[in-house]
């Protein structure tokens, strides 16, 4: 198992650039989520899934999109990049589409906006 | 609503000493805790977890965690620092729904040799 992918591991965008960070898992996890994590600020919640065709905000959503077509994929878009979301970003997921399950996390990437 | 408090954002501790990291939640239903731990420059992986089974949890690499309910407390403890040790903890609480996990802001851990 693969566990949990993502793409790419850096990118560097200039304001108002969009882009489309990637995360994939190979263990058929219903949950899945993405977090951004920034200096003293430990992890925050963007947005994340309880399955396939189903997405919810967490705390943090402005500025991002996501959509969740398979139970592997869920993509996360950012439509107009702002300095603001220079930040490390994580995706993870667990199963059973219950977040008291283990969440295995992706290596993370890591974007600058200029 | 839950949340999570981690006091202190930096422990530092001479390798052989206690490490005692403390974690504070709060939560209206009956929680599930956990430690995740940071390595540099990677993701997160799960130290231990707390459901109910039992109030000592043992984790990973040593550790350990005891819920403590009438102090609202999960603090994680390992007897004798490691120089591997060094990373950055996270304490986390969810319920038994789809609610997602709250993190705290993390205690980075450092051993001085």
């Known amino acids: 198992n693969a566990g949990v992918t993502q793409t790419p591991k850096f990118q560097v965008l200039k304001t108002g650039q969009s882009m489309t960070l990637q995360c994939a898992q190979d263990?058929?996890?219903?949950?899945m989520s993405w977090y951004r994590q920034d200096p003293g600020m430990g992890l925050r919640l963007i947005h994340y899934?309880?399955?396939?065709?189903?997405?919810d905000q967490g705390e943090v959503p402005n500025g991002y999109n996501v959509s969740r077509s398979t139970t592997e994929d869920f993509p996360l878009r950012l439509l107009s990049a702002a300095p603001s979301q220079t930040s490390v970003y994580f995706c993870?997921?667990?199963?059973?589409?219950?977040?008291?399950?283990?969440?295995?996390f992706g290596p993370g990437t890591r974007l600058t906006v200029l | 609503a839950q949340s999570v408090t981690q006091l202190g954002s930096h422990v530092s501790v001479s390798e052989g000493a206690l490490v005692l990291l403390r974690c504070n939640y709060s939560?209206?239903?009956?929680?599930?805790l956990f430690w995740y731990v940071q390595y540099p420059n990677q993701g997160l992986q799960l130290l231990l977890k707390?459901?109910?089974?039992?109030?000592l949890v043992k984790g990973i690499n040593g550790f350990e965690a005891e819920f403590k309910k009438s102090e609202t407390s999960f603090h994680l403890t390992k007897p004798s620092a490691h120089m591997s040790d060094a990373a950055e903890y996270f304490c986390?609480?969810?319920?038994?729904?789809?609610?997602?996990?709250?993190f705290g802001k993390g205690t980075r851990l450092s051993v001085i040799a």
């Open positions: 263990m058929n996890h219903e949950y």
């Open positions: 707390y459901t109910s089974a039992a109030t």
């Open positions: 939560s209206s239903v009956p929680p599930y």
């Open positions: 899934s309880v399955g396939a065709g189903i997405t």
């Open positions: 986390a609480v969810g319920d038994s729904g789809n609610t997602p996990l709250v």
């Open positions: 993870a997921s667990s199963r059973g589409g219950k977040t008291y399950n283990e969440q295995f």
